[in-house]
């Protein structure tokens, strides 16, 4: 019975760690995204490295295929962009299908729990303003959320834009998607607890940032400038 239970503890506390160090890869790729670059940090070869040229110092083939590849997919995501409702829609057939397919094998939770984390992550910074108001009440320099509705009209910037906030998103769905091919990431765990959990953190996140906005006096959507028509035209004519 010891040996069980020593065995029970040793098994809880691996999952609690593997839960913690998700969490962590989870955060600082969120970091690194939104904070630093917004988006992807990607380094890119120069003409003159040794990694993407060959011996006689032109680029090698390799190189050329990814770099063609790469212009291919910013084409066709640069096409895609005026498209918002056809792309959320292929966005939500992804998420649809990943949901079916992690109950059909009734596993890879762990791997759900973290792309949940990583969404709510994502929609908080699409939520939020680019320049926090708490950092501009006592300067006056640079433009600020309009507070009355007389005011001029400032429209909402967010801080993580809606295109890169679709992409994140599906590129996200995408990687745990390819994770359910793979056993090693079939972490076992009792589900229930990561749904609570992620309820817990989705109201706690979502309360604050409520209070934000109601706070600072902001809505984190734009519904067009204001149009003011003037008299009309008549059309009567003053005789001499």
Same mark, same amino acid.
């Given at each position: 019975?010891?040996?069980?239970?020593?065995?029970?503890?040793?098994?809880?506390?691996?999952?609690?760690?593997?839960?913690?160090?998700?969490?962590?890869?989870?955060?600082?790729?969120?970091?690194?995204?939104?904070?630093?670059?917004?988006?992807?940090?990607?380094?890119?070869?120069? !003409?003159?490295?040794?990694? #993407?040229? %060959?011996?006689?110092? =032109?680029?090698?083939?390799?190189? +050329?295929? *990814?770099? /063609?590849?790469?212009?291919?997919?910013?084409?066709?995501?640069?096409?895609?962009?005026?498209?918002?409702?056809?792309?959320?829609?292929?966005?939500?057939?992804?998420?649809?299908?990943?949901?079916?397919?992690?109950?059909?094998?009734?596993?890879?939770?762990?791997?759900?729990?973290?792309?949940?984390?990583?969404?709510?992550?994502?929609?908080?910074?699409?939520?939020?303003?680019?320049?926090?108001?708490?950092?501009? !009440?006592?300067?006056?320099? #640079?433009? %600020?959320?309009?507070? =009355?509705?007389?005011?001029?009209? +400032?429209? *909402?910037? /967010?801080?993580?834009?809606?295109?890169?906030?679709?992409?994140?998103?599906?590129?996200?769905?995408?990687?745990?998607?390819?994770?359910?091919?793979?056993?090693?990431?079939?972490?076992?765990?009792?589900?229930?607890?990561?749904?609570?959990?992620?309820?817990?953190?989705?109201?706690?996140?979502?309360?604050?940032?409520?209070?934000?906005?109601?706070?600072?006096?902001?809505?984190?959507?734009?519904?067009?400038?204001?149009?003011?028509?003037?008299?009309?035209?008549?059309?009567?004519?003053?005789?001499?």
């Amino acid at each position: 019975m010891f040996f069980c239970y020593l065995c029970h503890q040793a098994k809880s506390l691996l999952l609690q760690k593997t839960i913690n160090s998700l969490t962590y890869m989870i955060f600082q790729l969120i970091y690194l995204e939104t904070e630093v670059t917004g988006g992807w940090c990607c380094t890119r070869m120069s !003409e003159g490295d040794s990694i #993407g040229e %060959s011996v006689h110092g =032109k680029p090698s083939m390799v190189y +050329r295929f *990814f770099t /063609r590849l790469g212009q291919i997919y910013q084409s066709w995501l640069d096409k895609s962009t005026p498209y918002t409702a056809v792309r959320w829609i292929v966005t939500l057939g992804l998420s649809f299908i990943y949901m079916i397919r992690v109950y059909l094998l009734q596993g890879w939770y762990i791997v759900t729990y973290a792309l949940g984390i990583y969404h709510l992550n994502l929609f908080i910074a699409f939520l939020s303003p680019k320049v926090d108001p708490s950092l501009m !009440e006592d300067s006056d320099d #640079g433009p %600020s959320l309009p507070t =009355k509705q007389n005011e001029e009209f +400032r429209p *909402f910037i /967010r801080r993580l834009p809606e295109f890169k906030f679709w992409h994140s998103a599906t590129k996200g769905i995408l990687v745990a998607m390819a994770c359910t091919f793979f056993e090693a990431f079939n972490v076992p765990v009792f589900w229930p607890i990561l749904v609570m959990y992620f309820i817990m953190l989705f109201c706690i996140t979502m309360k604050r940032q409520i209070k934000h906005m109601i706070k600072y006096r902001y809505i984190p959507f734009t519904h067009g400038k204001r149009k003011y028509k003037g008299k009309e035209d008549v059309g009567k004519t003053f005789a001499s």
